[in-house]
């Protein structure tokens, strides 16, 4: 004898608990897909940034030093680095008025914006010019650089990020 489908507290029609952590796992993985890849390819994470694209200032700053993402400071602060180009760091890195304007331009739009993990803590006036003075930089390399690391030769300064950052080039600054 046949009988009529009757649907269980686990079956077709009621999910019940099981079938309820099911979908509520397939959500949260959904929303991971997602979200995930925004904020890793945003100057919010902690550690990846958008790598400099623009060829203009990878001519221009690469030609003394790696050139840094524009993620790494907020706009302020690349503002008063591009208008102190003559005493750029102890050097003249001085530009005609075209490429400056550009490289400005391209560092503002990509700037770490206000109230970020990069740019928390800091003033707004642009007075911290250097990635290395950055809160966000000194909280990311507290306990983790073994001590005299920057003074190896290998190294050189706070400011070589390629030699313990293998795809620094890239905008990753995860730890290798």
């Not at 029609?13 to 995930?36: E, H």
């Not at 001519?59 to 907020?74: Q, V």
């Not at 109230?115 to 390399?141: C, F, K, N, Q």
């Given at each position: 004898?046949?009988?009529?489908?009757r649907?269980?507290?686990?079956g077709?029609?009621?999910?019940?608990?099981?079938?309820?952590?099911a979908?509520?796992s397939?959500?949260a993985?959904?929303?991971?897909?997602?979200?995930?890849?925004?904020?890793t390819?945003?100057?919010?994470?902690?550690?990846?940034?958008?790598?400099?694209?623009?060829?203009?200032?990878?001519?221009?700053?690469?030609?003394?030093?790696?050139?840094f993402?524009?993620?790494?400071?907020?706009?302020?602060?690349?503002?008063?680095?591009?208008a102190?180009?003559?005493?750029?760091?102890?050097?003249d890195?001085?530009?005609?008025?075209?490429?400056?304007?550009?490289i400005?331009?391209?560092?503002?739009?990509?700037?770490?914006r206000?109230?970020?993990?990069?740019?928390?803590?800091?003033?707004?006036?642009?007075?911290?010019?250097?990635?290395?003075?950055?809160?966000?930089?000194?909280?990311?390399?507290?306990?983790e650089?073994?001590?005299?690391?920057?003074?190896?030769p290998?190294v050189?300064?706070?400011?070589?990020?390629?030699?313990?950052?293998?795809?620094a080039?890239?905008?990753?600054?995860?730890d290798?």
């Amino acid at each position: 004898m046949h009988r009529p489908f009757r649907p269980t507290r686990f079956g077709p029609g009621r999910p019940g608990i099981l079938g309820i952590l099911a979908g509520a796992s397939s959500a949260a993985a959904l929303a991971m897909a997602i979200l995930l890849p925004v904020e890793t390819a945003s100057a919010d994470s902690e550690a990846r940034f958008r790598p400099v694209d623009d060829p203009k200032v990878k001519a221009e700053c690469g030609a003394c030093h790696m050139a840094f993402p524009a993620g790494m400071l907020p706009a302020a602060s690349w503002q008063r680095i591009m208008a102190g180009l003559p005493d750029h760091f102890g050097e003249d890195a001085s530009l005609d008025d075209a490429a400056r304007r550009e490289i400005a331009d391209w560092l503002v739009a990509g700037a770490a914006r206000p109230g970020s993990r990069v740019a928390g803590g800091m003033p707004a006036d642009g007075t911290v010019l250097r990635i290395t003075d950055t809160p966000w930089w000194i909280r990311e390399h507290r306990g983790e650089v073994r001590p005299g690391a920057f003074e190896d030769p290998k190294v050189g300064s706070k400011a070589n990020c390629t030699a313990c950052h293998r795809d620094a080039a890239r905008g990753n600054f995860d730890d290798d």
